[in-house]
């Protein structure tokens, strides 16, 4: 990793969920939190206080903990709860997450995932992004990879992009596309925060790779 972890401080917090489905699935796998931490290339410690909910992790540390343990992204979220008079959401079946109801995870760079689906959806993530003023993807000089495509959509603000030798200035309205294997980073620039819709496909499964 590049970059040391940013911890939260404030216990009086609301901490998100997605410590507690790192934690099942790394013991339902039966892989100890040293194999896990040497495998991603951080600290146990690192691992433990993710999983109590003492850190939130970069957007790095985060994917290349998912991947290990062989997890989407969108699993991490919990489902979104019935509301009166709408329907159970089913995988696969037609399903309502209202604005102020997403389910969402805040990370150390200054980015926040909202997911879009009232449940897991196989083999795709579908978000709704925050880069906040300085936030990234990675550390600068640093590019992630994995497997996949992603689609994005700046709604606001104005996002960088570097994938592979090329680089772009988005604004709002703009898209793009790109195989998530080309090494990538994205970036707040200037002074607002970006927002953005991304979805990943193909990316469950995949092996984390980050270069510099």
């Known amino acids: 990793m590049n970059q040391p972890d940013q911890m939260q401080t404030d216990e009086t917090t609301e901490r998100p969920s997605f410590g507690q489905a790192l934690r099942a699935?790394?013991?339902e796998n039966r892989i100890s939190i040293r194999a896990l931490a040497d495998q991603v290339g951080v600290s146990p410690s690192l691992v433990s206080q993710i999983e109590n909910g003492k850190v939130n992790p970069s957007v790095e540390t985060l994917v290349a903990l998912v991947t290990a343990l062989?997890?989407?992204l969108d699993e991490l979220f919990l489902d979104v709860p019935v509301r009166a008079g709408e329907p159970l959401p089913q995988p696969g079946g037609t399903g309502v997450v209202r604005q102020g109801r997403r389910p969402h995870i805040e990370l150390a760079t200054g980015v926040v995932w909202d997911?879009?689906?009232?449940?897991h959806e196989q083999g795709v993530d579908f978000l709704y992004?925050?880069?906040e003023v300085g936030g990234a993807s990675c550390a600068p000089g640093s590019y992630m990879r994995h497997h996949g495509r992603e689609y994005g959509l700046v709604l606001s603000g104005r996002l960088g992009a570097a994938?592979?030798?090329e680089t772009f200035e988005l604004g709002p309205g703009d898209s793009i596309v790109f195989n998530a294997d080309v090494p990538?980073?994205?970036?707040t620039?200037?002074?607002?925060?970006?927002?953005?819709?991304w979805t990943i496909i193909g990316r469950s499964g995949d092996q984390r790779s980050f270069s510099e």
């Open 25 to 27: 699935r790394r013991q």
């Open 70 to 72: 062989g997890l989407s």
């Open 115 to 119: 997911r879009l689906t009232p449940t």
């Open 129 to 131: 992004v925050v880069y």
């Open 163 to 165: 994938v592979g030798f």
């Open 184 to 187: 990538h980073r994205l970036w």
């Open 189 to 197: 620039i200037g002074d607002e925060p970006v927002t953005a819709s």
